[in-house]
């Protein structure tokens, strides 16, 4: 059975820093891993999608790089800003046969001014 | 649709009373998926249709959780008999059946059961 694990559970960093959230899988059989971000109260918005056969993806100040062998996935946020405060989590599709994605428990990061 | 779309935004309800959420998926999206997000918790998965086939049903709680879909249309998610412990942020998501898409979330459902 996959499981996913988000390391850390929370943090806080002043404003301009450069951060990595981590994400390790169980299985290394997959179709693709993805970050999403979660405002309080709020759905899931899609960040990155990383298919397996690459190693990263990046948008702006984000870039996910993905080591499939080892089961590890790192987001990476360049200069973090205020707005960026929010929990992340990672979705990991398997490709045992379910398109049920593993998600992790994710991160709650905050960055003040 | 653009997007992913549930209905109602928020919904207070009695305990003991039926509810009905509603999630109307990105047009041409075969699977779609009912998550449940308790404060402060992780998703918990519920449901996932995939166009015509049976329902993956294993996520669901207990059987005053049901949910409906017609093809590849509006999902529907019934909880019965509402308790205090149903209260969560329910999410839909679907996706393309494809292996080498991602999913597309809509923006929940808070029920608060009273």
């Known amino acids: 059975k996959q499981e996913v694990t988000q390391i850390p559970a929370a943090l806080s960093v002043p404003e301009g820093e450069n951060l990595v959230l981590n994400c390790s899988f169980t299985d290394s059989a997959i179709y693709n891993l993805q970050w999403f971000r979660q405002d309080p109260g709020k759905g899931l918005t899609s960040l990155l999608l990383i298919q397996s056969s690459q190693r990263e993806q990046t948008s702006g100040r984000l870039n996910a790089s993905l080591d499939k062998s080892s089961g590890r996935s790192t987001l990476y946020i360049a200069a973090s800003q205020p707005g960026d405060s929010a929990t992340y989590l990672c979705?990991?599709?398997?490709?045992?046969?379910?398109?049920?994605?593993?998600f992790g428990r994710g991160t709650s990061l905050i960055v003040h001014p | 649709g653009a997007g992913v779309s549930q209905s109602p935004s928020n919904k207070v309800t009695e305990k003991g009373k039926d509810v009905e959420l509603r999630c109307d998926p990105i047009?041409?999206?075969?699977?779609l998926y009912w998550y449940r997000q308790r404060l402060g918790q992780g998703l918990e998965f519920l449901i996932y249709?995939?166009?015509?086939?049976?329902?993956?049903k294993s996520g669901l709680p207990s059987d005053r959780f049901s949910a409906e879909r017609t093809g590849e249309s509006v999902s529907t998610l019934t909880i019965q008999r509402t308790q205090q412990e149903d209260s969560a942020v329910y999410l839909c998501?679907?996706?393309?059946?494809?292996?080498?898409?991602?999913?597309?979330f809509g923006s929940g459902t808070r029920l608060t059961v009273v």
């Open positions: 249709f995939q166009g015509n086939s049976a329902p993956d």
């Open positions: 979705a990991v599709r398997a490709s045992g046969g379910s398109y049920i994605p593993t």
């Open positions: 998501a679907s996706s393309l059946a494809s292996q080498n898409y991602g999913y597309t």
């Open positions: 047009s041409g999206h075969t699977a």
